[in-house]
């Protein structure tokens, strides 16, 4: 990895911090101008959405926070290409759809 991957590695790890996402629970790779993301997408409990009785609400909240930080990502004008992979969310076409059981 040389010094500009690390450089907008930092700053992809920024923003998923300042949306409440917990870091640790993702392998953040930046290779060239494209960006990987892989593992389990969670978001902080004291992030005002996951403080929902309703698990819809919570879900729903959790989906805004994906869709902010991947428009977050594609906005910076170094990335060409990203790509998310999480083990409990998936893209169908343009939405996110929990992979959990509800």
């Not at 991957?5 to 996402?21: A, E, M, P, S, T």
């Not at 629970?25 to 959405?49: A, C, M, N, T």
């Amino acid at each position: 990895m040389n010094i500009e991957d690390l450089r907008l590695q930092r700053l992809i790890q920024g923003i998923l911090v300042r949306n409440y996402v917990d870091t640790q629970r993702l392998d953040v790779q930046v290779i060239g101008h494209s960006v990987y993301i892989e593992g389990e997408f969670k978001v902080f409990e004291y992030h005002p959405s996951q403080k929902k009785e309703d698990r819809i609400e919570r879900d729903l909240g959790v989906k805004r926070v994906i869709m902010h930080v991947e428009q977050q990502i594609r906005s910076m004008g170094e990335i060409s290409h990203l790509e998310m992979k999480f083990s409990n969310w998936e893209r169908r076409g343009v939405m996110w759809v929990s992979k959990q059981a509800h």
